[in-house]
């Protein structure tokens, strides 16, 4: 038992010391992964958008929780771009350029924060500024790497 326990453990340490990439056991639920993560992203990035440029009317709450959401979702696609994960709407540049991608995604992160700063703020005001700067740290990323 107490062997079974030893080795049990030594395996979910194992999974746990796996590079991201590794986590999923096919490049498609890699592909998967991120256009999820970055569909929940863009979805809530689309709702404060709405909100900083007039076309719903500024709701503080929602505001907040939407960029609250946005600063998590912001860490999560680049464990979906490991070696070998090639296809979607992603430029095979992303796997040449790694250190101009890891940048631009770094940026986004940090946009996001800033963002997440601003729905806490809780006025339009806060999150007029912020927004500008988040979506074209989206933008530049997406003009490099990203397939029309
Ligand atoms: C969005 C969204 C993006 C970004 C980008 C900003 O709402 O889905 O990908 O903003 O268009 O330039």
Same mark, same amino acid.
């Given at each position: 038992?107490?062997? &079974?326990?030893?080795?049990?453990?030594? !395996?979910?340490?194992?999974?746990?010391?796996?590079?991201? #990439?590794?986590? &999923?056991? @096919?490049?498609?639920?890699?592909?998967?992964?991120?256009?999820?993560?970055? $569909?929940?992203?863009?979805? %809530?990035?689309?709702?404060?958008?709405?909100?900083?440029?007039?076309?719903?009317?500024?709701?503080?709450?929602?505001?907040?929780? $939407?960029?609250?959401?946005?600063?998590?979702? #912001?860490?999560?696609?680049?464990?979906? &771009?490991?070696?070998?994960?090639?296809?979607? *709407?992603? @430029?095979?540049?992303?796997?040449?350029?790694?250190? *101009?991608?890891?940048?631009?995604? #770094? *940026?986004?992160?940090?946009?996001?924060?800033?963002?997440?700063?601003?729905? @806490? !703020?809780?006025?339009?005001?806060?999150?007029?500024?912020?927004?500008?700067?988040?979506?074209?740290?989206?933008? $530049?990323? %997406?003009? $490099?790497?990203?397939? @029309?």
């Amino acid at each position: 038992m107490k062997a &079974f326990t030893t080795l049990a453990l030594a !395996a979910v340490v194992a999974t746990v010391a796996l590079p991201a #990439s590794a986590q &999923f056991a @096919k490049p498609e639920d890699a592909i998967k992964y991120r256009q999820s993560a970055l $569909s929940v992203l863009g979805t %809530h990035f689309s709702r404060l958008g709405a909100m900083a440029n007039g076309k719903i009317p500024y709701d503080a709450k929602s505001a907040q929780e $939407s960029a609250e959401v946005v600063a998590f979702m #912001s860490k999560l696609p680049w464990a979906g &771009f490991g070696a070998g994960t090639e296809g979607g *709407k992603t @430029k095979p540049e992303v796997w040449k350029e790694q250190a *101009k991608f890891n940048d631009l995604a #770094s *940026k986004m992160e940090a946009e996001a924060v800033k963002l997440n700063a601003a729905g @806490k !703020a809780g006025n339009v005001d806060a999150l007029k500024a912020a927004f500008g700067p988040a979506a074209n740290s989206c933008k $530049s990323c %997406h003009d $490099s790497f990203r397939n @029309k």
